[in-house]
């Protein structure tokens, strides 16, 4: 065998041993690169919570709406053109919360003084979703660095099998989540990020208005609550942006309660509700309603590996000059 021949197999095989993308992240990314990285992230979402109380819920939201699409990519932050529907424009993204988009672009603007065209965008949603759910009595999860903003953004790429959606069936949520490789006990353990955060009553009037000939309300509600509802959203059709917190007793508070009440039917969506009725996921509802601390703990693996579905590295993505729009797209 030729000598080069043999150094270009030995190569090869390195380069093919190598682990995936994940392996160009670390917790200490910016550490040289932006020293300040870690203050600014922390004075930046802090004081946007304090004055945006809704700001953690809408983060957390929009990274999961971001991750579940093209990967976490922070695709969902990108503008439409007259020449391209971004994601941000698909229908069940245009109730995303305004507030989690501007703690992005607040972090950025601050970034990019103390260490220009280093931080990405997708990192920055990374790490505020994680400090703000701390902040409000979640659990502290390590994130790896290092992501690229995505260079793709198509409100065509949003399908109805990409996002679970309030009025699907638990087969469809499964499926779902199932595609991005997270067990039901990882879905379940997700979706206890309603513990805090709003929904539109257009997200669940057809469980509190006319359900059927015989019924006002869907029967999974505790019937107060749907009455309460009923009150609550009864202009919806005029104000569409008439909203309920999905946790109707510490909805600014990170914790289990969320999970204590899907038994009593005040679970706000017809996909929480589910949870509980089905005995495919109640086990896991009774564990973390009993357990904040089994919850806290599967919430915080569940959202390290969704940190990491789809991040792009190297010449896959690049550095945002602007979190709203792409490079090329930018004078």
Not at 212 to 219: A, L, M
Request: charged share 20%; hydrophobic share 35%.
């Amino acid at each position: 065998m030729a000598p080069h021949l043999h150094l270009f197999i030995i190569f090869a095989s390195l380069i093919f041993s190598f682990p995936t993308s994940q392996s160009r992240l670390s917790a200490n990314y910016y550490a040289k690169s932006c020293p300040k990285f870690d203050s600014i992230m922390e004075e930046t979402t802090t004081n946007k919570q304090i004055a945006h109380p809704t700001t953690a819920g809408a983060a957390l939201r929009l990274f999961f709406h971001d991750c579940f699409v093209t990967g976490c990519d922070a695709s969902t932050l990108i503008t439409s053109t007259p020449f391209n529907s971004a994601e941000r424009d698909a229908e069940i993204n245009l109730s995303l919360p305004g507030d989690g988009f501007d703690v992005v672009v607040r972090a950025k603007a601050a970034l990019e003084l103390a260490c220009p065209g280093v931080v990405s965008c997708t990192d920055i949603l990374a790490v505020a979703t994680r400090n703000l759910v701390k902040f409000v009595g979640g659990p502290y999860y390590s994130l790896l660095l290092g992501r690229k903003d995505g260079i793709v953004s198509k409100s065509s790429l949003v399908t109805p099998t990409t996002l679970p959606k309030p009025k699907m069936t638990l087969d469809e949520m499964i499926s779902i989540f199932a595609k991005q490789k997270f067990s039901v006990r990882e879905m379940v353990a997700l979706s206890g990020g309603h513990t805090i955060g709003f929904s539109h009553c257009s997200e669940f009037a057809s469980g509190i208005y006319n359900y059927s000939t015989t019924q006002q309300y869907d029967p999974t509600y505790n019937p107060k609550l749907a009455q309460g509802l009923e009150k609550a959203c009864s202009g919806y059709q005029k104000d569409p942006s008439l909203s309920v917190f999905n946790d109707i007793m510490t909805p600014n508070k990170f914790d289990n309660v969320y999970f204590q009440n899907l038994p009593k039917g005040w679970g706000i969506l017809a996909s929480d509700r589910v949870l509980f009725t089905d005995p495919r996921t109640r086990p896991f509802v009774e564990l973390y309603a009993k357990d904040q601390n089994a919850f806290f703990s599967d919430f915080a693996k569940a959202m390290q590996k969704l940190s990491l579905v789809g991040v792009k590295t190297g010449r896959h993505g690049e550095i945002r000059r602007r979190c709203d729009a792409f490079n090329n797209n930018q004078s």
